[in-house]
């Protein structure tokens, strides 16, 4: 897993020359050609910029080239203009992370807004304010302090929903230091608005407090974007990054809001008799496959019955198809590990932590070449004794159809002794 | 033993193929890489590149710091 994103450290070579490059563009305009001129030029040299690549690049601007904020603010429109088809590009990508509504595309997108609005706005306000501390400007900075505010939501998220997830699979340290940093940025962004708010005239200690939080605000960007987001992206579920995103929306988001809801992609669920494929969404088919009865080789069952055999059995049931696609689990009172319905029609991997995965197809893989029929484990979870069973399903010509996870606590079995012959 | 040091890898590569690495990071000032757990997790991700840039440490600060314990830098 680390080796794959470290192929993004081989990748800044060619960022600094296209950033050189994209440097070059933008002193063009800034002397005068038209911006059409540049936009040609723009498509020849670089085919595809990400938004990343435009915000270091405007900072590049202002701290190496001297150019001043209001110069850079100013051409910020017409970088719109010229990035605008192609940072549109770059984010039609097929990685659940870069599609709209993925939590990770809601941190990142809430990351560009407030970059915009630290590096841009309150940047120059604080430039100004350095010249002349005069009250309109003490107003323009508690505007802009005010929608900083907002970052709340942002950490909360993060904090609130992301990082429980990352304590499930072990991760405390970068988590606890990240709040704690957190909250520094929140205290620090409360008390520079207090100064402002009964100003006292102390211009140098405020430019100073307002120069940290644009780069404590910055810094913290990094290092979600840069250790957080890939260290989550390495461990949770798609289940789980589900789960985020729809509770995100409790605590609410900041400067920018998600364009639409992500739903994952699914395998379409396949008629038991026809074999013909069935939209999960077209109920009135599944209802009336449910009021329907099952023909078995030793017996006819109506649905209802079936299901509530299956829920009645003492033990839980997850079938895999042989695409490796979840169809089906049984939801008796005591089900030892928790599974939700969202499963269903997701490959089986999708529902594991990407570390554990390789087990899981390896076993897949046995099953599937015949090697292995079956497979057990066991493990003691606080009382409970768990009986993990794997069989591989397969059809009269021992054609491989699936696999069954079955699982029990058997603590109740091993404590049993003696014998017991009669009612009492 | 070849010591030397290769910036592209991540600091959990390096302090676990090296653990003397990691002491003297955490006394050039990556004091956080000493919490549990730090490196098996954001160490995966962290390179010394980027946690210089982020900790405001000059990168040639701490290659002649290496460099003078007798390692080789590889870029």
Redesign the interface.
């Known amino acids: 897993m ?1 080796e794959l ?2 192929n993004r ?2 990748l800044v070579p060619e960022q600094g020359r296209r950033q050189e490059m994209l440097k070059e563009i933008m002193k063009d305009l800034h002397a005068g050609k038209s911006v059409d001129e540049v936009k040609a030029r723009f498509q020849e040299a670089v085919g595809d910029v990400t938004v990343e690549e435009i915000s270091a690049m405007e900072h590049a601007l202002m701290e190496e080239e001297g150019i001043p904020v209001s110069e850079v603010q100013r051409l910020c429109s017409v970088h719109t203009a010229i990035f605008k088809g192609s940072i549109e590009e770059i984010h039609r990508s097929s990685k659940p992370e870069d599609q709209p509504g993925h939590p990770v595309h809601t941190f990142k997108l809430e990351n560009r807004e407030i970059e915009r609005l630290v590096n841009f706005k309150l940047q120059l306000h604080s430039d100004k304010f350095r010249v002349e501390d005069s009250t309109e400007m003490i107003y323009k900075l508690l505007d802009d302090l005010n929608l900083l505010l907002d970052i709340d939501k942002h950490y909360s998220r993060k904090e609130n929903l992301l990082f429980p997830y ?1 304590e499930k699979y ?5 988590t ?2 990240m709040w704690g940093v957190d909250d520094g940025i929140r205290a620090m962004i409360k008390e520079v608005k207090g100064k402002l708010m009964n100003y006292d005239g102390d211009k140098e200690t405020l430019s100073i407090d307002l120069a940290r939080i644009i780069s404590e605000v910055n ?1 913290m960007i ?2 979600e974007e ?2 957080l987001i ?2 989550a992206l ?1 461990k949770l579920t798609e289940d789980e990054w589900v789960k985020i995103a729809e509770e995100s929306e409790l605590i609410g988001f900041c400067l920018a809001t998600p364009e639409s809801k992500w739903i994952p992609e699914r395998v379409p669920m396949v008629g038991v008799e026809s074999g013909e494929v069935v939209e999960s969404d077209e109920q009135g088919d599944a209802k009336q496959m449910r009021q329907g009865f099952v023909k078995f080789d030793t017996g006819i069952l109506s649905m209802k019955q079936l299901e509530a055999v299956m829920n009645h059995l003492p033990i839980d049931l997850t079938f895999i198809d042989e695409h490796d696609v979840v169809r089906y689990f049984s939801h008796g009172k005591e089900r030892i590990f928790a599974r939700t319905k969202a499963v269903i029609g997701r490959t089986v991997q999708n529902c594991h932590p990407p570390q554990s995965v390789h087990i899981v197809n390896e076993l897949l893989a046995d099953f599937k070449s015949g090697k292995k029929d079956s497979e057990d484990f066991w493990i003691a979870m606080g009382d409970k004794f768990i009986y993990i069973r794997y069989f591989a399903i397969r059809d009269a010509e021992a054609q491989y159809m699936g696999t069954l996870e079955f699982t029990q606590n058997i603590a109740p079995i091993r404590a049993l002794e003696g014998q017991k012959r009669i009612m009492s | 033993m070849s010591n030397s040091i290769d910036l592209r890898k991540t600091v959990y590569e390096l302090c676990s193929a090296d653990p003397k690495i990691m002491d003297m990071m955490v006394e050039l000032g990556f004091e956080q890489l000493a919490l549990p757990g730090m490196l098996q997790s954001a160490g995966r991700f962290m390179t010394i590149p980027k946690g210089a840039k982020l900790k405001k440490i000059k990168l040639e600060h701490i290659k002649s710091t290496f460099r003078a314990n007798g390692y080789e830098i590889e870029e």
């Open positions: 680390s994103i470290n450290e081989y990352l072990g991760i405390y340290g970068p606890k230091v810094e990094f290092k840069n250790i890939p260290m390495g």
